[in-house]
């Protein structure tokens, strides 16, 4: 997994459009780009007349499955992501959020060999955040290469790029990143002494210099280790 | 049909941009004919009335997709090119299906069969005359509907008057006097019109790759 941070405006979502096919660059080509790409845009489309049914079932055809296969799939993602009210209502008349819900199923519609997501956490709710982190890491397992962008304070592992002045420069983290899982009530992010970089039900990301001093802080008062990345 | 210009025509279908441009030709088929004489200028004035037709039924395709289902549609079939042909292979197919209708008509209520060989011609060159002129004034050439309109009435005031532009002041000629030309005549005015349009979809196909 390749994950790019910049700034707005820096041009993060024009190269993963350029690298999805989705844009056209103005100088130069794009090579090794595998057959079948993933793409998660940034904002979903909103004015799609088509129930989600109808527009898995054309992008099914587009990328080879079977009625049966898209239909499979597209109930199975529906589930899993709880799109609501369900795959066959107008994706005009769907939420923004279960739009992107829809934005998400089609780039999940046949397994991916490259996957382009652009700020996953757009307009997402809590579950389908984790459900979409999911499907990434089965991609992932399933032999995808991953590119992502997001806000800095979401990133998870995976090489970081800052995009500065049109160039991707490797980004050193400072310190480690720890997250940890609340065992019991009360307990608040903020009450660690880090930088809180994620905050969600079940999971905070921090980031210290001590990570030694913030474990032994944590798992006194209740808080349970999922992983610390340096 | 493949699976891209099917979801492309499905599309365009569930909205209601392309009534205008239908009933808009049904009337002038209404206007037209039925033909009374000889079917072959009939077939010219309702084959060139398809040019304005195909240009506006090309702008609605090429407008249809929203930025970013677009963008998915792109990169889902692997880039521009293949997108933007089959766009305007789903306006070939939008703009053949009247023409198809006007020959069928004016073939059936003349009940001169023998000349329809003729009127396919006519009726083939425009379609794909007024489709190659929608591709350059529309999105991705043209962003903006206002100068889409002003080259769109442009081009078909040109194709109106310039004397032997091909197809359509080409065609009108040919039947204008009060001794029509030979038929032959319009193979090679078929010739003129094809070269014409091949042109003006690649420079379309040039200018709408830097605009994308």
């Not at chain 1, 459009?17 to 090579?31: D, L």
């Not at chain 1, 307009?123 to 962008?149: H, K, N, W, Y």
């Not at chain 2, 240009?55 to 249809?64: A, E, F, G, Q, S």
């Not at chain 2, 083939?124 to 005359?129: G, N, S």
Request: aromatic content about 4%.
């Amino acid at each position: 997994m390749t994950v790019i941070v910049a700034g707005n405006g820096i041009g993060k979502s024009t190269l993963l459009r350029i690298v999805a096919g989705a844009s056209v660059p103005t100088s130069g080509t794009v090579i090794g780009r595998p057959r079948t790409v993933g793409y998660v845009p940034e904002r979903a489309p909103a004015a799609i007349r088509m129930t989600a049914r109808q527009y898995l079932a054309h992008i099914g055809r587009m990328r080879g499955l079977s009625p049966g296969e898209t239909n499979a799939r597209t109930n199975e993602l529906a589930e899993r992501l709880r799109l609501v009210p369900g795959p066959d209502v107008p994706i005009a008349a769907l939420s923004k959020g279960n739009g992107q819900k829809v934005a998400v199923m089609q780039a999940f519609l046949k397994h991916p060999d490259l996957l382009v997501v652009d700020e996953p956490a757009t307009g997402l709710d809590a579950p389908a955040r984790a459900e979409l982190t999911a499907l990434m890491a089965q991609a992932e397992q399933d032999g995808a290469r991953i590119l992502l962008s997001v806000h800095e304070s979401a990133v998870p592992n995976g090489r970081m790029y800052r995009l500065r002045d049109g160039k991707l420069e490797p980004e050193a983290l400072r310190g480690m990143r720890v997250s940890l899982r609340p065992t019991r009530s009360g307990l608040r992010a903020g009450d660690l002494g880090a930088e809180v970089l994620l905050e969600e039900p079940g999971r905070v990301v921090v980031r210290t210099d001590d990570a030694d001093k913030l474990l032994l802080t944590a798992l006194a008062d209740g808080w349970s280790l999922i992983e610390a990345v340096s | 049909m493949s699976p891209l210009v099917r979801y492309l025509a499905a599309d365009v279908l569930r909205g209601q941009r392309w009534a205008a441009p239908m009933l808009a030709y049904l009337a002038i088929l209404m206007i037209i004919g039925p033909p009374t004489g000889p079917v072959l200028p009939t077939y010219a004035m309702a084959s060139a009335a398809l040019v304005p037709i195909g240009l506006w039924i090309t702008i609605v395709v090429m407008h249809n997709e929203e930025p970013m289902q677009a963008a998915i549609t792109m990169s889902i079939n692997g880039g521009f090119r293949r997108v933007w042909l089959a766009k305007v292979g789903t306006a070939l197919l939008c703009t053949g299906v009247l023409g198809v209708a006007g020959l069928v008509w004016l073939t059936a209520t003349s009940g001169q069969v023998a000349q329809m060989g003729v009127g396919a011609v006519d009726f083939a060159m425009t379609t794909l005359a007024g489709v190659a002129f929608g591709t350059v004034i529309s999105r991705p050439v043209l962003a903006k509907l206002g100068w889409t309109i002003v080259l769109g009435v442009g081009i078909c005031f040109a194709q109106l008057f310039v004397r032997q532009a091909p197809p359509v002041n080409a065609l009108i000629d040919l039947y204008a006097g009060d001794h029509p030309g030979p038929a032959g005549t319009v193979f090679l005015i078929a010739a003129e019109s094809v070269v014409l349009s091949v042109v003006v979809i690649a420079l379309a196909h040039a200018l709408a790759k830097r605009r994308v």
